[in-house]
């Protein structure tokens, strides 16, 4: 009697199991096809070869692209010298487990508070948004990224290796930016990329500091174009158009973001 | 003497392929397992020891795709005769085999829980509920593995914790337990 | 230059620490105003951007909330149109709080330096709405994504054949990493009005933000438990098949006890993520300053109430802001350290 149960209770679950899992997948696969559908059909030729002002996406497309790019090169050496620190030098200290710790907490800082305290140091004082200050903004949520994942690569070279460097009479800076990097360098290569794919698709925290632009521009002292923040403002639009048109912008980031995604992967299985 | 043992066991032309392989990993067994004896296979690594025993019990059968031909007779267990488990398809029957024919593996697996939780776990989900049953076989299956003077103190303590030792003679007592009758 | 390099990093390192000062310094700067004006009275007031009548030493008068508590009690903020969501029994409770622990402040003096010339009114702004916004729509999500993203995992690592579990896996991965605006819109055009249809209410409400949160870390909760369950050795399992157990005995007894650290760690993941996001509820939740009484009510959340009121806001109101932003990196801060501290002591064991 009680196995039958046992036999029933399992099986109820697997059919459970199998269930929820079918119907979050319903969902999410809900979610893309809404967005492909929708997109591709918003999508044109103009898209890309006129700006917001004559209804293409060519000025967002761009200042996102740069933000994101600039945000990546201010972002990306501290970080990996920090990572560098803390795995190379700092290893077991108390100070280096501290700031690992804080690194990581601050990874998980909600963006939008972080869009508040840029706006408090760089937008505020200059009086309008402006190109830097989001920049800024998508640099502090990158850092601990790249942080994170320097540690972490470096963590997986072996001791032999920096030994071996040690044992030739090498300085230590140079086994790290000779070898050590070099063998982490398609673990951190592929970090890079999903924290550049992570910032690229980053809102909030550039709604009040790069804003958002009509016009093409490249001045990083003025208000800043930003395909994130214009999807934003024109999904809300009641004009038909504008709302396509945010579909149109919705699907090329979401494909950006997936391409980078998916190159990373192909890296790392390339290594094994 | 052995002429009044049974067979426990029988395993007859037994072929053994794994999912995705051409060539049978096991070809031809033939192997009578007598009943209250040891019966030990030895050989160099790699010629199968290991992929039979999990035939014997059909381990094999979690990873789908496992092909099986010939016969493993086991005994009845009111002892009239045998019946063939490569005949069993159904998950439900698998789980009974396995609770008949136990398993210990080359390296020690506590469960993740308490070294009475251990013992205890296979007759617990047999559906044995009642406390004093329960202690007494818990018991008698650590004495049986020599285990009971080292952990009779401290039976709630996570398996975990054990030497790697103590860790194998406690797995020895989770199957031991199932098959006091 | 060996010396230069190994002073670069650390310095580098260190900047980690002094952004994040720099952010809570900031932070509790700007919101210092409101902090002296509110206290902690703050997190449990409704209003916002309410103007209420003070007498001489800078308390509330009385009398008159009860009429102004009715009147604009709340304000719908993004258009400006007044609403009315206050209950009867709900105002003399008010009344109460209000006299006692607004009196006792110490920062009323300053208030009243800077609003000299209209002594008679002040503003007050309270918390509570998006704190408790953000409170329901984060526990919502949790439940909801709880079973579902468990059910995935499981389904996943244990259940599927592999052939399907790989490529649903990788499917999997991806979802987690599209951005969170892309939620925001397909809640706001077709989750929304799906839910509407089916429960009534408005197509933006609580209900609607709390489920869009939840199918949002739903991949990313998934994906982390999956590996986390994926550590359990397969020869332990084994030993559990040996013992008889069934599928379902295994993965409660064995593989759940096994991937504790990580499952859990998992959720409170999520749970951080849930708490900070912004796009993905901004869309969907109403950004209405009114305390919902049903799920089916639009509401709003701190991450939402700060995307869609800073730019228009000065002085003491974005002070405000600013506190209840304060009030949410504190809080996320919280929960990932508490995650992070789970994690060290299971690793330990």
């Not at chain 1, 070898?179 to 990329?193: D, M, S």
């Amino acid at each position: 009697m009680t196995q039958i149960k046992r036999f029933f209770i399992n099986k109820l679950f697997i059919v459970i199991s199998t269930l929820t899992a079918l119907l979050g997948l319903v969902f999410l696969g809900w979610i893309l096809w809404t967005l492909f559908v929708k997109g591709f059909e918003a999508l044109s030729l103009t898209v890309f070869t006129t700006d917001l002002v004559n209804g293409g996406l060519r000025n967002l497309l761009w200042g996102q692209f740069v933000l994101s790019v600039l945000a990546t090169v201010l972002a990306v050496p501290i970080g990996l010298l920090a990572g560098i620190y803390l795995q190379e030098y700092g290893n077991h200290s108390r100070y280096a487990e501290f700031i690992r710790e804080l690194s990581d907490v601050m990874m998980s800082a909600p963006s939008i508070v972080v869009g508040t305290f840029v706006y408090a140091i760089l937008v505020v004082p200059v009086g309008h948004t402006n190109g830097w200050a989001g920049i800024v903004a998508l640099a502090i949520l990158m850092l601990p990224i790249v942080v994170r994942t320097t540690d972490d690569m470096l963590s997986l070279i072996p001791r032999e290796l920096r030994e071996a460097g040690v044992a030739l009479g090498v300085p230590k800076y140079r086994i790290i930016t000779d070898i050590i990097i070099r063998a982490a360098k398609v673990g951190i290569v592929t970090g890079l990329l999903l924290a550049f794919a992570r910032v690229m698709g980053e809102t909030a925290p550039l709604l009040y500091t790069s804003g958002t632009s009509e016009y093409w521009t490249t001045n990083l002292g003025e208000t800043f174009p930003s395909l994130t923040v214009a999807i934003y403002n024109l999904a809300t639009m009641p004009d038909e158009a504008l709302s396509k048109l945010a579909w149109a912008g919705a699907l090329l980031l979401t494909l950006f973001v997936l391409i980078l995604n998916i190159t990373g992967r192909y890296l790392i299985r390339d290594k094994r | 003497m052995s002429e009044t043992l049974r067979d426990m066991m029988q395993v007859k032309g037994l072929f053994f392929t794994y999912p995705n392989m051409d060539e049978p990993a096991l070809k031809n067994i033939d192997l009578p397992i007598r009943e209250r004896r040891i019966t030990a296979l030895i050989g160099p690594s790699g010629c199968g020891k290991s992929t039979l025993l999990r035939a014997l019990n059909r381990i094999h059968d979690l990873y789908p795709g496992c092909r099986y031909e010939g016969e493993i007779n086991l005994m009845r267990l009111d002892g009239s005769g045998y019946e063939n488990i490569l005949a069993w398809k159904k998950e439900n029957e698998l789980i009974q085999l396995r609770q008949r024919v136990g398993m210990i593996f080359q390296k020690p697996t506590p469960f993740p829980m308490s070294i009475y939780d251990n013992v205890a776990y296979g007759l617990k989900i047999q559906g044995i509920k009642k406390q004093s049953e329960l202690d007494d076989r818990v018991e008698q299956a650590l004495r049986d593995a020599a285990l009971w003077d080292e952990v009779k103190d401290s039976l709630n303590r996570d398996a975990r914790g054990l030497s790697g030792g103590q860790q194998q003679r406690l797995c020895i007592a989770r199957s031991v337990a199932l098959s006091q009758r | 230059m060996e010396k230069i390099f190994a002073r670069i990093s650390q310095v580098s390192a260190t900047t980690v620490l002094l952004l994040l000062l720099a952010t809570v310094a900031v932070l509790y700067w700007s919101a210092k105003p409101a902090l002296e004006a509110f206290g902690a009275h703050f997190l449990i007031d409704p209003r916002w951007g309410v103007e209420v009548p003070v007498d001489g030493e800078g308390n509330e008068v009385k009398q008159t909330l009860n009429a102004s508590g009715q009147a604009d009690g709340v304000r719908r903020v993004d258009a400006g149109v007044d609403e009315i969501s206050m209950d009867d029994e709900e105002v003399p409770l008010e009344d109460e709080m209000n006299g006692e622990t607004i009196s006792m402040d110490e920062g009323e003096e300053l208030i009243l330096g800077m609003d000299e010339d209209e002594l008679e009114t002040r503003e007050v702004y309270g918390g509570l709405v998006p704190i408790l916004g953000t409170l329901f729509s984060t526990t919502l999500a949790m439940l909801v994504a709880v079973p579902i993203a468990m059910g995935i995992a499981v389904f996943l690592s244990e259940l599927a054949p592999q052939w399907l579990g790989k490529p649903v896996g990788v499917a999997i991965e991806l979802l987690a990493a599209i951005p969170s605006i892309i939620y925001g819109m397909w809640g706001l055009f077709f989750f929304g009005p799906f839910i509407a249809s089916i429960f009534g209410g408005s197509s933006v409400s609580l209900l609607v933000a709390g489920l869009v949160l939840a199918i949002m870390i739903i991949p990313f909760m998934a994906a982390l438990s999956r590996d986390a369950i994926n550590i359990t050795p397969d020869v332990l399992k084994e030993s559990a098949y040996a013992v008889g157990a069934t599928k379902f005995e295994v993965i409660k007894d064995i593989v759940f006890p096994y991937a504790k650290a990580g499952i859990l760690g998992s959720m409170i993941i999520s749970l951080g993520r849930a708490l900070g996001e912004t796009m993905a509820v901004a869309f969907v939740i109403g950004g209405i300053f009114s305390l919902p009484e049903k799920l089916t009510d639009p509401t709003v959340s701190i991450p939402v109430v700060l995307a869609n009121n800073f730019a228009e806001s000065s002085g003491l109101s974005l002070s405000a802001l600013y506190y209840l932003a304060f009030v949410l990196f504190l809080v996320s801060f919280l929960v990932i350290f508490a995650a992070k501290h789970y994690f060290l002591r299971r690793v330990k064991l």
